[in-house]
Every structure is written in C-alpha cells, then in structure tokens.
C-alpha cells in the first residue's frame, strides 16, 4: 500500500507557474505508475497528466499539452506537476494517484490509490 500527499496548490495568476508536489510513503513510489487528475466545481475528476515508473514515458490531456509537465524522483518518492502559463479554466481540486498496472492511463478507475488532493485556484 502507498500514501499520497499532494502539496503546492494555491492561488496563482493567469501566465504564471506553479509546481505541485505528490509525495509518496509506504511502498516505494517506483512500483507504481502515477497520474493527477483534477476537479472543478460541478464537474467530473478529468485526468491532466501520468508518468510511466521509470519516467520514461509521459502522458498528457490535450487541454494541458505543452504547458503542464510532469516529472519524477523515485530516490525522492515525489512525482511533480509543473503547471506552467495557467488558465482560469485550471482552476479545480489537483489529485494524486498511483496504480500498480495500468492499461488505459487516463481512466481513473485503473488507479489504486489517491491523495487528499490540493487546491489550485488561477485568477484572470
């Protein structure tokens, strides 16, 4: 089993950057594949962005796609989300979330495990 805890969300303004944090504890972070997903008001959890075990191979939403970027430390057990020129429309609840085997990456019913989630809130 595997802890998340995701940090760095607050309010930041349209262009600027932000970087999330997902730190892992119990089983080594590597084991798994790791994905954020995001939720705003009203809406379904969307997938944003995952990372093979490795780091190797990355994935992302088209909406985020050459602004967001994510990245590992497996020595660190922390996945990253560089959330660079953000929108408005990113505004929503970011969260963590790892899975042992993945098929379908951006389904977040493939994923074992969630953090709490950060709040991330873009001001235009």
């Known amino acids: 089993q595997v802890q998340l805890v995701e940090s760095g969300g607050g309010l930041v303004q349209a262009g600027g950057s932000l970087r999330l944090s997902c730190a892992a504890s119990?089983?080594?972070?590597?084991?798994?594949?790791m994905g954020w997903f995001r939720q705003a008001p009203g809406k379904e959890r969307d997938f944003v962005a995952a990372?093979?075990?490795?780091?190797?191979?990355?994935y992302y939403a088209d909406s985020v796609k050459g602004r967001f970027t994510i990245s590992r430390d497996n020595a660190k057990n922390t996945v990253y989300l560089q959330m660079n020129s953000p929108k408005p429309e990113d505004t929503a609840v970011y969260y963590c979330?790892?899975?042992?085997?993945?098929?379908?990456?951006?389904?977040?019913?493939?994923?074992?495990?969630w953090g709490q989630g950060t709040q991330v809130t873009v001001s235009s």
């Open positions: 990372i093979s075990r490795s780091g190797s191979n990355r």
């Open positions: 979330a790892a899975a042992l085997s993945v098929t379908i990456f951006d389904r977040e019913g493939q994923y074992n495990y």
């Open positions: 119990g089983r080594t972070s590597s084991n798994y594949f």
